[in-house]
């Protein structure tokens, strides 16, 4: 953002606004051509500053990520490190419950060559890791537990339960049993 003209910076700033109303409302398969309407601008200007839908997408959820990531880093002074990765894991479906569209960000197969340390899934894999790490450590989860494993636990759950009326009913009880697999034997 730094370096453009400040039309092209408001413009950037109007677009994401209306991006995220229309993904809170659509989700992931937003409409662009209806974000571009909204905003009042052409779908072309929408693609030069959003190339990809995942572009898009990233921006929407950037704040929110790295807020999630933040908390994953206090939690990492806790002492039970087992509570502290099954809470943050909690917290990364609530909001992928709550926030429609980040399950398919995160989605974005998470261990191939495009995510970038900066994208939603690198930085939330990061986050994660650090977590597991030392709930690995500790001895408080299975040692064969990847971040991978468990983002894709949670964009699951999220992706099957989202369009239910009351998704967190349904991710509530599939998170659970979950999490009962965790444990250090297995229990």
Same mark, same amino acid.
């Given at each position: 953002m730094t370096g453009q003209r400040s039309d092209a910076r408001r413009n950037y700033a109007h677009i994401l606004a209306v991006a995220e109303a229309e993904v809170a409302a659509q989700g992931?398969?937003?409409?662009?051509?209806?974000?571009?309407?909204?905003a009042g601008v052409g779908s072309a200007t929408v693609r030069r500053?959003?190339?990809?839908?995942?572009?898009?997408?990233?921006?929407?959820?950037?704040?929110?990520?790295?807020?999630?990531?933040?908390r994953a880093h206090t939690l990492c002074?806790?002492?039970?490190?087992?509570?502290?990765?099954?809470?943050?894991?909690r917290e990364l479906l609530d909001y992928s419950l709550a926030a429609r569209g980040l399950a398919d960000v995160l989605s974005y197969q998470p261990l191939q060559d495009e995510v970038t340390q900066d994208s939603c899934a690198g930085v939330i +894999?990061? @986050?994660? &890791?650090?977590?597991l790490r030392k709930a690995i450590d500790d001895q408080a989860v299975r040692a064969d537990i990847t971040v991978d494993d468990l983002l894709t636990l949670?964009? +699951?759950? @999220?992706? &099957?339960?989202?369009?239910?009326?009351?998704?967190?009913?349904?991710?509530?009880?599939?998170?659970?049993?979950?999490?009962?697999?965790l444990g250090a034997t297995g229990t």
């Open positions: 992931a398969q937003a409409s662009l051509e209806q974000i571009a309407r909204t500053h959003f190339p990809t839908r995942k572009a898009l997408l990233e921006a929407v959820f950037k704040q929110r990520v790295h807020a999630l990531c933040d002074g806790e002492h039970d490190s087992r509570s502290a990765l099954v809470r943050w894991l +894999g990061a @986050a994660g &890791a650090s977590l949670i964009v +699951g759950i @999220a992706l &099957a339960t989202e369009n239910y009326t009351a998704p967190a009913i349904p991710a509530d009880r599939a998170f659970r049993l979950a999490v009962a697999g």
